[in-house]
C-alpha cells in the first residue's frame, strides 16, 4: 500500500517570507503523480500543484514549486513570498493504487502566515 | 476548470432521520466520483468510491447500509446518511475523479446531528 507522509504538524512564517512544507512517500511504482492540495478556513480544497514522475523538471505555479526528488521519495512543496492568503492546511496526496484513481492524503501542515 | 457543487452545504437533523447530501459535476462528466469525511483538524478520510451506473465501493470500516451512495448519472452522485446519530456529525465531502488521478473537490456538507 501507498504511504504518505507530513512530518511538520504545523509551521508559521512572516509575511513575504518563504516557506517549505516535506512530504515523503512510498511506492514500488515508477510513473505515478504527486499532488498538493490546501484547503482554506472555508474548507474547500484546492489544486496546487501536480507533479508528474517521469518528468524530471520540477513543476511550479507562479509562487508556488516543487523539490521533486524521486530517487529519495520526496515531494516538498516551496511557497515564494507568502501571503496572508496561503493560511491554510496543506496536504500532499498519491494515489493509493493504481487503477481505480483514488488518493492517500497525507495528515497535513497547518501554515500560517503572520502578518 | 473543473466545478464540482455539494448541497446542502450545512444541515442539522434529528437523531434516527436520513439526510441526502448531492455533488454534482457542473462543467464536466464525473464517471468516478468520492465521499471523504473530515474531522476537526484531520486529513480526509475516504469513505467510498462511487462508479456511474454501478454499486460504490466501501473503504474498510465504512458501513454501506449506513452511507449509502448512488451515481444515478454521469454528473450526480448522492450520500445518505440513515438513521443519523450524534457520532454521524462531520465535514463531508465529494470530488469528482480523473484518469490522471486529480481530483476536483465539492465544497463540503457540514452535517450536525442533534
Known sequence: ?115 | GAVVSQHPSWVICKSGTSVKIECRSLDFQATTMFWYRQFPKQSLMLMATSNEGSKATYEQGVEKDKFLINHASLTLSTLTVTSAHPEDSSFYICSAGTKSYEQYFGPGTRLTVT
Open chain 1, 1 to 115: 500500500a501507498q504511504t504518505v507522509t507530513q512530518s511538520q504538524p504545523e509551521m508559521s512564517v512572516q509575511e513575504a517570507e518563504t516557506v517549505t512544507l516535506s512530504c515523503t512517500y512510498d511506492t514500488s511504482e515508477n510513473n505515478y503523480y504527486l499532488f498538493w492540495y490546501k484547503q482554506p478556513p472555508s474548507r474547500q480544497m484546492i489544486l496546487v500543484i501536480r507533479q508528474e514522475a517521469y518528468k524530471q523538471q520540477n513543476a511550479t505555479e507562479n509562487r508556488f514549486s516543487v523539490n521533486f526528488q524521486k530517487a529519495a521519495k520526496s515531494f516538498s512543496l516551496k511557497i515564494s513570498d507568502s501571503q496572508l492568503g496561503d493560511t491554510a492546511m496543506y496536504f500532499c496526496a498519491f494515489p493509493s493504487n493504481f487503477g481505480n484513481e483514488k488518493l492517500t492524503f497525507g495528515t497535513g501542515t497547518r501554515l500560517t502566515i503572520i502578518p
